[in-house]
């Protein structure tokens, strides 16, 4: 019989140094919230787990992550946007740490959405389903 694990991995921590660091992100704040002063108008990507569910018979953690993306302008937002969901499709098959990434899969592909915390800001979301397992 397959039991769920004494912990679970820290989804959005692996999402954001698994893009912390890439060169098609550069200058763009990548974090699971908002820094102090932020009002919609800087480069970022913030991530948040969504949701998602632990498939007991696979041994599997699916969660839903969600990609806040923001830019100064709508076109720049769009650009990090792409850059952000084709860094971590490309995550699939990958180990981190002690978390292998058996899969990543697009939920919702990016939508302009209107923030209506950050009056002025350009935000795309995204949301992608993780496939992890630890060992």
Same mark, same amino acid.
């Given at each position: 019989?397959?039991?769920?694990?004494?912990?679970? =991995? !820290?989804?959005?921590?692996?999402? %954001?140094?698994?893009?912390?660091? +890439?060169? @098609? &992100?550069?200058? /763009?704040?990548?974090?699971?919230?908002?820094?102090?002063?932020?009002?919609?108008?800087?480069?970022?990507?913030?991530?948040?787990?969504?949701?998602?569910?632990?498939?007991?018979?696979?041994?599997?953690?699916?969660?839903?992550?969600?990609?806040?993306?923001?830019? =100064? !302008?709508?076109?720049?937002?769009? %650009?990090?946007?792409?850059?952000? +969901?084709? @860094? &971590?499709?490309? /995550?699939?098959?990958?180990?981190?740490?002690?978390?292998?990434?058996?899969?990543?899969?697009?939920?919702?592909?990016?939508?302009?959405?209107?923030?209506?915390?950050?009056?002025?800001?350009?935000?795309?979301?995204?949301?992608?389903?993780?496939?992890?397992?630890?060992?």
């Amino acid at each position: 019989m397959s039991s769920a694990p004494s912990t679970f =991995p !820290d989804v959005e921590a692996i999402v %954001v140094d698994l893009l912390s660091d +890439r060169p @098609e &992100l550069a200058g /763009a704040i990548v974090d699971e919230t908002p820094p102090a002063g932020f009002d919609g108008t800087q480069r970022a990507v913030i991530v948040s787990r969504r949701g998602g569910a632990w498939i007991d018979d696979l041994h599997l953690d699916q969660p839903l992550i969600e990609l806040e993306v923001y830019g =100064p !302008d709508k076109p720049t937002a769009h %650009v990090l946007a792409n850059a952000a +969901r084709a @860094e &971590l499709l490309n /995550a699939a098959g990958t180990t981190y740490g002690t978390t292998f990434i058996s899969d990543v899969v697009e939920a919702d592909g990016p939508r302009w959405y209107p923030d209506y915390l950050y009056t002025a800001a350009n935000r795309y979301l995204c949301v992608l389903r993780l496939s992890l397992r630890t060992d």
